[in-house]
């Protein structure tokens, strides 16, 4: 595993009338390692950002490797749509995968690494098992859905549960 940590800024707080420029800002010498983009349907979380258009849009114009937080529903059915598009990552979470360790697989086979995605009051216990299937692991450490929130310092704990019951992808 790499200590090495990685910078990706999220455009959820970018000028969406200026989107183009606010990427190439994070882009650089010692800009942003990935972008992070989140995702979401209105359905699973209660507000809408943006879609598979502005991500391909954003893939034509960076070559960052995009990361993509879905927070949205029915992810095996969408997924892997971003993942074919050109994006590095693909995020979804678990309490809406009907399927994940299908879901990994579909993603990895569609030419995108797989993220899988826990908010904070889910408990990590029941999926550990499903951790070995994917490639990153987002613990939600604000309520998904909203910018602006302040960190809920106790999934620090789950974190390192995490941390000392993962092994690598397969």
């Avoid at 993942?83 to 995108?112: C, F």
């Avoid at 929130?149 to 019951?165: E, N, P, T, Y």
Wanted: glycine content about 6%.
């Amino acid at each position: 595993m790499s200590k090495k940590p990685l910078i990706a800024p999220s455009i959820l707080s970018a000028d969406f009338a200026r989107l183009a420029d606010e990427v190439a800002a994070v882009q650089g010498k010692r800009g942003a390692d990935w972008l992070h983009v989140d995702v979401m349907d209105a359905h699973f979380v209660p507000n809408l950002t943006l879609g598979l258009p502005v991500v391909q849009s954003l893939l034509a114009t960076t070559d960052l490797p995009l990361d993509c937080h879905l927070m949205i529903e029915k992810p095996d059915h969408w997924a892997i749509a971003y993942a074919e598009a050109g994006s590095y990552n693909v995020t979804v979470h678990v309490e809406a995968a009907e399927d994940p360790v299908m879901l990994a697989k579909n993603l990895r086979a569609a030419g995108a690494k797989a993220g899988l995605a826990i908010k904070p009051g889910t408990p990590l216990e029941p999926y550990v098992d499903v951790l070995k299937h994917y490639d990153t692991l987002l613990v939600m450490s604000v309520e998904p859905g909203f910018g602006g929130q302040k960190f809920m310092a106790d999934v620090l704990g789950k974190v390192r549960r995490a941390r000392s019951s993962s092994t690598p992808a397969t």
